[in-house]
């Protein structure tokens, strides 16, 4: 399922707005949720670092997951921070798929470095074994 967040600032407020949508079909989405959020609490979370600004943007009905609160924060930032001004809103699209492969790419990683149980219980018994018999 792909999610699309709408993110744009007023121009004359500077007030942040957020709109959350969902793929009901392909390339057809519908909004989900919009959040707003006053300037100045906006601007202090950022000053405060990125992780206040995650706890700002979170909300009861606006929770996205670690990587996409992330991405969203990292683009609020540089939203803010332009010196130009960003025209118009900016979209981000998450593709849950895209996410889904990362993960069992990670773990298929750690399989292969990862030892096996067994492989330790065996090395403790060969360790055991050796100590009896010296001690005989």
Do not use: H, W
């Not at 079909?25 to 959020?37: I, P």
């Not at 100045?40 to 706890?55: M, P, Q, V, W, Y």
């Not at 009861?60 to 683009?75: C, F, G, M, R, V």
């Amino acid at each position: 399922m792909k999610q699309k967040y709408a993110i744009s600032k007023d121009e004359k407020t500077g007030d942040l707005s957020i709109q959350e949508y969902a793929e009901l079909s392909k390339d057809m989405f519908s909004l989900v949720c919009e959040e707003s959020y006053k300037k100045d609490r906006i601007e202090k979370a950022i000053d405060e670092g990125r992780n206040a600004l995650i706890n700002t943007l979170r909300t009861p009905n606006l929770y996205p997951i670690s990587d996409y609160i992330e991405k969203i924060a990292d683009t609020i930032t540089d939203f803010y921070q332009a010196k130009g001004g960003q025209n118009g809103p900016i979209e981000l699209v998450f593709d849950d798929i895209e996410l889904f492969r990362r993960e069992e790419e990670s773990a298929s990683e750690e399989e292969e470095g990862s030892v096996k149980i067994d492989d330790l219980l065996d090395d403790d018994s060969a360790e055991e074994d050796s100590s009896k018999k010296k001690e005989e």
